[in-house]
């Protein structure tokens, strides 16, 4: 049963957890640098220096650390900012919904992009459509992010002012998303473009589709509706891990149209050697990464009936 693999696999979500807590407090605790004296700077004083250790329990052995902070994030406390002493789950809460709605956009740019040119593709196998279909998906997935982002702050910015060259969700609402979302989602749309190509070729081979053309159906109907179906696992595949992966890697589109997002909040963090900060934002990206995978797992279902989750079956 569906419900019996999701509980299973929320029971096992608790360890996986624990594993990352573990892995993020020690690279963070024994990387050079001290969080203290970059916080002080000139104003450096050994007496202060110390009391500030205590106040965020650097004074204790690296386990004990880790046990204490362990006991706080049960609790749902993350604990506060070494550099503003602002509660990082608030910090966190702040900036979070940008890089979300960031990626959602970019998802949906890629998705929208990906499907109907990867199955044109298809169809039109070994044609000149199908060969500039892949150079421009090699092209996509070629350019850098940056370079797309600032080549459509110049057109659509600067040339044509349609949208905001940066800002934020309050001050220009759905249209500081757009460019941002355009960015991203390029390269992640060519790259699903060859994967949509390149199953959709191999579903359309199979005997079933080959019956269902003999049998009189419509074009539309065998590549819609029993061809794309199959050829969706792979890509739903994909889908559900690049979106984990957009969550951490979007510092360089939220730096270039000054989004003030996850991504960025945790370079600065990093910077500044904030280990609360580091270690409570890494956290939430895991959770989400880990809990995109298991919707990718219960959608196989849906999208191919075949596949069970039944122990019993198994």
């Known amino acids: 049963m569906i419900s019996r693999y999701i509980a299973r696999r929320l ?8 594993g990352i807590t573990l ?8 990387a050079p640098g001290d969080p203290i004296k970059l916080k002080m700077g000139e104003y450096y004083q050994d007496e202060a220096a110390l009391a ?25 406390n993350f604990g506060r900012s070494i550099f503003t ?63 797309t982002g600032l080549l459509l702050i110049i057109a659509f910015a600067v040339i ?29 749309a060519a790259l699903l473009t ?13 005997d079933y589709v080959r019956t269902a053309k003999a049998k009189g159906l419509s074009n539309n109907t065998v ?18 891990f690049q979106f984990g992966t957009i969550l951490g890697g979007a510092v360089l589109t939220e730096t270039i149209f000054n989004l003030p997002g996850l991504g960025r909040l945790l370079v600065d963090s990093v910077l500044r050697r904030d280990y609360p900060v580091i270690q409570g934002g890494v956290l939430l990206i ?18 191919d009936p075949r596949i069970s989750y039944d122990q019993d079956r198994a």
Do not use: C
């Open 52 to 76: 500030m250790q205590r106040l965020y329990n650097l004074d204790q052995p690296v386990p004990i650390q880790y046990g204490l902070w362990l006991s706080q994030i049960i609790r749902g």
């Open 223 to 240: 590549y819609y509706r029993h061809a794309l179906r199959n050829a969706l696992i792979p890509l739903i595949t994909i889908i559900g």
């Open 23 to 30: 892995l993020v407090f020690a690279a963070v605790r024994f």
């Open 160 to 188: 044509f002012p349609i949208f905001p060259p940066g800002g934020t969700v309050k001050e220009y609402g759905w249209k500081a998303i757009v460019l941002p979302s355009l960015a991203l989602g390029a390269g992640l």
């Open 85 to 147: 002493d602002e509660p990082v789950l608030q910090m966190i809460l702040n900036t979070a919904p940008t890089t979300l709605y960031l990626a959602v956009g970019s998802m949906l740019v890629a998705i929208l992009i990906s499907i109907p040119l990867g199955i044109f593709a298809a169809t039109h196998k070994d044609t000149w459509l199908d060969n500039g279909s892949r150079v421009l998906a090699t092209l996509g997935i070629s350019l850098p992010v940056f370079w």
């Open 286 to 303: 895991a959770l989400i990464f880990v809990i995109s995978n298991l919707v990718v797992d219960v959608l196989y279902v849906f999208v």
């Open 11 to 18: 029971v096992l979500l608790f360890p996986v957890l624990f």
């Open 194 to 206: 060859r994967i949509t190509r390149s199953s959709m070729v191999e579903v359309l081979g199979e």
